[in-house]
């Protein structure tokens, strides 16, 4: 069976990156989601295992010390990491495993995975963007400010990402990022393996006849 490739989602905090990964999900059997360990609080409607892990920072630090996370960041205060057993497990199963992280963990996993997928999700303006911090009433004035600050040090980071995909309406969006894995998956440093398969198949053929 085919490994699985990793699929790395960053974008703005309030992008819509959650809604289009579930229903990616909800649409696709491919995909395997890869549910990170936090330190910040539940927000409101959050559920231990199901959005986040949620643990205190001594239980992530000894995860740090047992080099059980894929990579792991600070955001605004709180630590965020991939837990590594289960996104392992997932690739060997032949899933394309999808990380929402942000950016830092996005640059540790290119290290370590090099044919990794980085694509980058933004509502279509600024603008929008704060509409939907605020619509989504579970965060302070002051945590949002934080989140927007965030974002313009984050919009400078976009360039290192493979694709940029503008999440205006939610079912399109979701189709044109399965397109760009299914794209993604034919590039032939995707594609090693094959590669070295029918050259030799080929040279022994040659020889052959
Ligand atoms: P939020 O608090 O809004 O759920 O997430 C804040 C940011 O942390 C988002 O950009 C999200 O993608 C990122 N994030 C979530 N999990 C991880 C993780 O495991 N590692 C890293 N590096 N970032 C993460």
Redesign the pocket.
């Known amino acids: 069976m085919n490994e699985g490739i990793l699929i790395v989602i ?4 309030g992008a819509g ?1 959650g809604t289009l990964v579930k229903e990616l999900l909800r649409t696709y059997d491919n995909y395997a989601l ?1 549910i ?3 330190t ?1 609080a539940p927000r409101a409607g959050e559920t231990d295992g199901r ?2 892990f949620f643990t205190s920072r001594e239980v992530f630090e000894e995860k740090i010390a047992q080099n059980g996370l894929i ?3 600070e ?2 205060g ?1 630590y ?3 837990p590594r057993d289960y996104v392992e497990r997932q690739l060997a199963d032949g899933k394309d495993v999808i ?4 950016i ?3 640059r540790k996993v290119r290290r370590m995975f090099p044919k990794m997928l980085p694509l980058f999700v933004t509502p279509p303006s600024a603008a929008e963007l704060k509409q939907r911090l605020r619509g989504r009433g579970t965060e302070s004035p002051e945590a949002i400010a934080g ?1 927007l600050s965030a974002a313009v040090r984050e919009a400078e980071g976009i360039g290192d990402y493979e694709y940029l995909v503008i999440n205006d309406d939610l079912r399109d969006c979701v189709r044109r990022v399965h397109s760009l894995v299914q794209a993604a998956k034919q590039a032939p440093f995707r594609n090693e393996g094959f590669i070295n398969r029918i050259g030799e198949e080929l040279r022994i053929l040659s020889k052959g006849e």
Do not use: D
Not at 10 to 13: E, H, N, Q
Not at 99 to 102: G, V
């Open positions: 960053s974008g703005f905090s990156k890869s990170s360990m936090t910040r959005e986040y990579e792991y960041a955001y605004c709180n965020y990491g991939t990380l929402e992280i942000e830092q963990g996005m989140r």
